[in-house]
């Protein structure tokens, strides 16, 4: 029994995932950067970009609004670049096979039916990553399919981070959704889905 436990925590800590969150929350730029989780969610939604977008593109927002990118000598830069590649190749590897995001541990995110500060910043990422590319994703509107997995993606992201300026008639509509524990359970294979559905409508476009 204790041989399970061993392993499981083994590959808790070998997770690309967790190892990019590790590397964040203990990163003597930490101040500078956007949370760990808020940068997670947010090249999780970049990868899933039809087009892709290149990295000089999108790497400024992982970092906290008004602050320019730097780092304190080439060894830093190298060393989060290497991170932040590493995450993105794993995230293309579980996409391109409609590999569901379990490494994300979505089920450690609820505290006696709160959501924890990881959901909220996951979700936050998630959304701003579609909001500020979100020219990239016109591709896939011709897609019912491609369309109600990015559009429920959204829906339920939004319920687990909601905008300050959440009007009364989207409150009703968080209501009726699922429960924060049912979002935290479909959500990985959801993303994942939308990801992998987006790509073959570029693939059946070329």
Not at 55 to 71: C, K, N, P
Not at 136 to 149: K, R
Not at 197 to 203: D, F, G, I, K, R
Request: charged residues 20%.
């Amino acid at each position: 029994m204790h041989n399970l436990t061993d392993d499981s925590l083994h590959d808790h800590q070998n997770s690309v995932f967790m190892d990019f969150i590790h590397f964040n929350k203990t990163h003597p730029l930490t101040e500078q950067l956007q949370p760990a989780y808020y940068q997670l969610g947010f090249i999780c939604s970049i990868q899933a970009i039809p087009e892709g977008v290149d990295l000089e593109q999108w790497l400024s927002y992982l970092w906290r609004d008004g602050v320019d990118i730097s780092f304190t000598d080439e060894q830093q830069a190298t060393e989060y670049a290497q991170r932040v590649l590493n995450l993105v190749a794993h995230l293309q590897s579980l996409y391109a096979e409609a590999t569901s995001l379990d490494e994300l541990n979505c089920q450690e995110w609820l505290d006696n039916d709160a959501l924890t500060v990881e959901a909220v910043e996951f979700a936050a990422g998630y959304l701003a990553a579609i909001e500020c590319f979100n020219e990239q994703w016109l591709v896939t509107n011709e897609d019912e399919n491609t369309q109600n997995l990015l559009q429920t993606s959204i829906l339920l992201l939004s319920k687990l981070a909601p905008s300050e300026e959440v009007d009364q008639q989207l409150l009703d509509l968080f209501e009726q959704l699922p429960d924060f524990a049912e979002i935290l359970q479909i959500l990985p294979q959801l993303l994942t889905n939308l990801a992998y559905c987006a790509a073959q409508v570029l693939n059946i476009d070329e």
